[in-house]
């Protein structure tokens, strides 16, 4: 899935930036870039896009008065210096919220984020006549920037993440090596389906389908052990009991 996309920035320079990171991103599309929201309005009115990438401050017609006349086909991610403008930006909707300076890892995250919610919106519009065409759900991924490389995760080959403190270790099936990537833990758990992925303590997330052994309250990963804390343990047990993975309650567990 392509996002179409419009950068839109009074600052020649923050345009720049954007239109560098547009490109770098293999699920986006650049339309085109604006210095003005009266000029992006107008072409708006001609050819909609999936998402615009926008500034707030910016002279005539700011950002937030721009995203108040959107279709609901298209959605906005605010890039400003200014936090003060966070809640009013969620309250016109807007996926997400970056502040100046804009690294390219927190816009990799927000624009996942919007794959997401497309993604979700494209299954949820499939009328009850179209699902059953495809034999099976449509695989889900991640991309997330690697060295000098994005690289591109099935969800279901992730058996565990590992938080460290600037960056996270990826393991994945198939994998000799976890994948690292430059990106807070909680960044990440934000961008996984929360029906699939769960934290079982301050440092790691599980996927719990690929769990096979539970012991003294670590979940085993071949020689790995992975440590299930108290504060996460009683939620943890009840998604096992929810999904079905064991019988009966286990929120007596040991």
Aim: aromatic fraction near 10%; proline fraction near 6%; hydrophobic fraction near 40%.
């Amino acid at each position: 899935m392509k996002l179409r996309c419009l950068v839109i920035d009074d600052e020649p320079l923050a345009v720049e930036l954007m239109e560098g990171y547009v490109h770098k991103t293999p699920f986006l599309e650049l339309a085109g870039s604006f210095e003005s929201g009266t000029a992006a309005f107008a072409a708006l009115r001609e050819d909609p896009v999936d998402l615009l990438f926008c500034d707030i401050q910016m002279p005539g017609l700011n950002g937030m008065e721009l995203s108040r006349m959107l279709s609901e086909e298209t959605r906005v991610i605010f890039t400003t210096a200014f936090s003060r403008y966070a809640v009013e930006g969620f309250r016109v909707r807007a996926l997400d919220y970056l502040l100046k300076p804009i690294s390219y890892n927190d816009f990799l995250a927000a624009a996942n984020k919007a794959l997401a919610w497309f993604e979700l919106k494209r299954r949820a519009d499939r009328t009850p006549e179209e699902a059953p065409r495809k034999a099976e759900p449509e695989r889900q991924s991640l991309f997330v920037k690697t060295e000098y490389r994005l690289q591109r995760i099935d969800l279901d080959r992730i058996r565990y993440i590992e938080g460290l403190k600037d960056y996270v270790k990826i393991h994945v099936e198939g994998e000799p090596h976890p994948i690292l990537s430059l990106l807070s833990l909680k960044t990440l758990e934000e961008q996984l389906p929360s029906d699939r992925f769960i934290r079982v303590h301050r440092s790691y997330i599980v996927q719990p389908s690929k769990i096979r052994t539970i012991e003294r309250n670590r979940i085993v990963f071949g020689s790995e052990r992975i440590p299930i804390s108290e504060n996460c343990r009683q939620a943890f047990y009840d998604f096992l009991s929810r999904h079905s993975l064991f019988p009966g309650s286990l929120s007596d567990k040991e």
